[in-house]
């Protein structure tokens, strides 16, 4: 088994980096896939939540591995020798952190709120993505009703080149509901809005990951 990374990368701290995560997590091993997820975020708050769900002994089950600095790449690379999918969770403002997790993705995801500071804060993730040669594909996050902001962003990000995901994703109470529990909105509230947001956009990340 040679299983794919997914890189969560975002320079600005509070971007929705974490939450991503642990959702994504949960729906795409709701699908049967063997899912691992590394903690490189100092912060731990990953780690956090993956020790709540633990602790219910919640199904389906989630491998997690917390490290940091230079011992992530060996932590990434044996994960994905029992695993499909692993999912990175990287640290802000962390040069040497970001830099691993960015050279060791398929797919780098960078979630970006409808605001034109994120957007600012964009584009030294996209640089370093650039300079390792990774496909990027940025994720438009905490999306309020009827923002028209959030179509001024798009336009504003496809002038720096990078793929946006056709899947957006509300401001929900229920994401942070869910992750207090240690669970995922699909297993929450499966027939919610937050849930069917949350699967299709695991549903595009897996279409299109590389093949081989």
């Given at each position: 088994?040679a299983g794919k990374v997914l890189t969560m990368a975002q320079q600005k701290g509070g971007a929705?980096?974490?939450?991503?995560?642990?959702?994504?997590?949960?729906?795409?091993?709701?699908?049967?896939?063997?899912?691992?997820?590394?903690?490189?975020?100092?912060?731990?708050?990953?780690?956090?939540?993956?020790?709540?769900?633990?602790?219910?002994?919640?199904?389906?089950?989630?491998?997690?591995?917390?490290?940091?600095?230079?011992?992530?790449?060996?932590?990434?690379?044996?994960?994905?020798?029992s695993h499909d999918l692993v999912l990175v969770d990287s640290a802000p403002h962390a040069e040497?952190?970001?830099?691993?997790?960015?050279?060791?993705?398929?797919?780098?995801?960078?979630?970006?709120?409808?605001?034109?500071?994120?957007?600012?804060?964009?584009?030294?993730?996209?640089?370093?993505?650039?300079?390792?040669?990774?496909?990027?594909?940025?994720?438009?996050?905490?999306?309020?009703?009827?923002?028209?902001?959030?179509e001024t962003l798009t336009a504003r990000i496809a002038d720096l080149g990078a793929d946006i995901?056709?899947?957006?994703?509300?401001?929900?109470?229920?994401?942070?509901?869910?992750?207090?529990?240690?669970?995922?909105?699909?297993?929450?509230?499966?027939?919610?809005?937050?849930?069917?947001?949350?699967?299709?956009?695991?549903?595009?990340?897996?279409?299109?990951?590389?093949?081989?």
């Open positions: 088994m929705g980096k974490t939450t991503l995560v642990a959702q994504l997590a949960v729906a795409l091993a709701a699908n049967g896939r063997a899912v691992a997820m590394v903690d490189i975020d100092p912060q731990g708050s990953l780690s956090q939540w993956f020790s709540i769900r633990n602790g219910a002994g919640v199904i389906p089950s989630l491998h997690l591995t917390s490290v940091t600095g230079w011992r992530a790449q060996a932590a990434v690379e044996k994960l994905k020798a040497i952190e970001a830099k691993i997790a960015v050279r060791l993705a398929d797919l780098i995801i960078v979630p970006v709120q409808p605001s034109p500071l994120d957007l600012w804060a964009t584009e030294p993730t996209l640089a370093l993505a650039r300079s390792e040669k990774r496909k990027v594909l940025i994720v438009i996050n905490r999306v309020q009703t009827r923002m028209k902001l959030a995901a056709e899947a957006t994703i509300g401001n929900r109470t229920s994401f942070a509901a869910s992750m207090m529990d240690g669970r995922g909105v699909i297993e929450t509230a499966p027939k919610g809005k937050a849930a069917m947001e949350m699967l299709a956009l695991a549903d595009e990340i897996t279409r299109r990951l590389p093949r081989g």
